[in-house]
């Protein structure tokens, strides 16, 4: 493959030499798509409906290519690099990367929305959700080389599966911050909405109960679909999120890595496992406290604004989704063979033996790959039979070819287990509300 003179670019020869990158993007837009459908399915006549999806949507695709641009480019930051897909809209941004943001932040956020639960527990909820469902994608991306990672900074050295535990700690907290912003600045509803929505579907709540009028008598009202001001707010949620998480994680390291100032040290497993158990503290605990401070009204009025705005629709759309995208991650891992990818593209640049840099974290590493043909799930240059390029002694090359490696039988297990873990979570978080829920919450479930 030669390098493109310009982008954005189509290859259609992309499916010849990586077959399962074809597969991943085919199957990131379709499970885009359905999550398109289910927020346009929710209902237009609550503020915590339709508007609100489409614009978690929206903004996931801009807040997370705004993330990825920034430490693509970021020289002391650059250290990861995505295969050459089908269409590519930069000669390092593929088209379908939007399509994995619209997933793995709409997905998980939309998912918790439906269970009327408090600002914290929805937002720390959402992050290990988001963990759960990208971090098996990363495993399976990683192994059949839909991306790489630079073999000796230190910001991404330690790993699980060949992940980076930076990766995944990322993915997390920049889920919950978005997802905590997103509530902040674009709430399931305020006293004046409450009024409205009240008004709207003639529902009156009293004594903490609810009584609802019969469909005749409704008189349904309908939210513009957007507002310069809620694009605004869905904007600036969006936006925070990156430096919020870029300090959150900061804060993590520092602390652990001995209560040392910035620049921070690496991120590590014991890092990783400590934020998520905090977050799952932090939203058991914040939910405790709502049962205990908040009276039944309150509750039961962000239920009933969380059914009408989620779970009251169906969200078949959102399941399907789900599933899908687990079930292509399964049928790689299990039935794929990485020996048949060829990423010929943008890579770590290849160079001179013994010249550093500071990366990150402070640490020197390695400028160049260099000599080291076999690394942990490629090797560079010759694939098999097919020898694609010399080795340039002294000459610094960004665009070479890499060749996957065989998988073994531990690595399946732990790819599958990872699917199966996600797909076990999101069951049993669905499973509370259930695809299509047609009662209205009320006073009896809130005591």
């Not at 089908?86 to 439906?114: D, H």
């Not at 960004?398 to 039988?409: F, Q, R, V």
Request: with cysteine; glycine share 6%; aromatic share 12%.
């Amino acid at each position: 493959m030669n390098r493109p003179a310009t982008y954005p670019h189509v290859d259609l020869t992309v499916i010849q030499r990586m077959p399962t990158f074809v597969i991943a993007e085919v199957t990131f837009i379709i499970v885009a798509i359905l999550s398109f459908i289910h927020a346009l399915s929710r209902p237009s006549s609550s503020p915590s409906g339709r508007r609100r999806h489409l614009l978690l949507f929206i903004f996931a695709i801009i807040g997370g290519s705004c993330s990825d641009l920034l430490f693509m480019h970021l020289p002391i930051v650059d250290n990861f690099w995505h295969s050459q897909a089908t269409i590519m809209l930069t000669e390092r941004l593929p088209f379908y990367i939007l399509t994995v943001y619209a997933s793995f932040i709409y997905i998980p956020i939309a998912s918790v929305w439906r269970c009327g639960l408090p600002i914290i527990s929805e937002a720390t909820l959402s992050g290990i959700l988001a963990v759960f469902f990208y971090a098996p994608f990363d495993v399976v991306g990683a192994k059949f080389l839909w991306w790489t990672w630079h073999d000796s900074d230190t910001v991404v050295s330690e790993r699980i599966l060949n992940v980076p535990v930076s990766s995944t700690m990322w993915v997390g907290i920049y889920t919950t911050m978005f997802a905590l912003l997103f509530t902040y600045f674009l709430p399931t509803t305020n006293d004046m909405q409450a009024k409205q929505e009240r008004l709207s579907d003639g529902s009156l709540l009293y004594n903490g109960g609810i009584s609802a009028k019969t469909p005749s008598q409704t008189n349904q009202r309908h939210i513009p679909l957007f507002t310069i001001s809620s694009i605004l707010r869905a904007g600036t949620a969006s936006i925070l999120a990156i430096p919020l998480m870029m300090l959150h994680m900061m804060i993590i390291q520092c602390i652990m890595g001995g209560l040392v100032l910035p620049p921070p040290p690496p991120p590590t497993s014991s890092m990783l496992g400590l934020t998520l158990v905090a977050y799952g503290s932090l939203c058991i605990s914040s939910i405790a406290d709502d049962a205990a401070v908040s009276n039944n009204q309150i509750r039961l009025e962000r239920k009933q604004m969380s059914f009408k705005g989620s779970g009251g629709g169906k969200s078949y759309s959102l399941v399907f989704a789900i599933v899908f995208h687990y079930l292509m991650l399964l049928y790689v891992a299990r039935y794929c063979d990485p020996i048949h990818s060829i990423s010929t593209g943008i890579h770590q640049t290849y160079g001179p033996c013994n010249v550093k840099t500071t990366d990150y974290a402070g640490e020197t590493c390695n400028k160049f790959v260099c000599d080291v043909l076999e690394h942990v799930d490629y090797k560079l240059f010759s694939c098999g039979e097919n020898t694609i390029q010399p080795i340039y002694k002294n000459k610094e090359l960004n665009w070479y070819t890499i060749c996957g490696l065989p998988k073994n039988d531990a690595w399946v297990r732990s790819s599958t287990a990872y699917s199966i873990s996600g797909l076990v979570m999101f069951t049993l978080l669905i499973g509370i509300r259930g695809i299509s829920s047609t009662t209205m919450p009320a006073k009896r479930s809130l005591d």
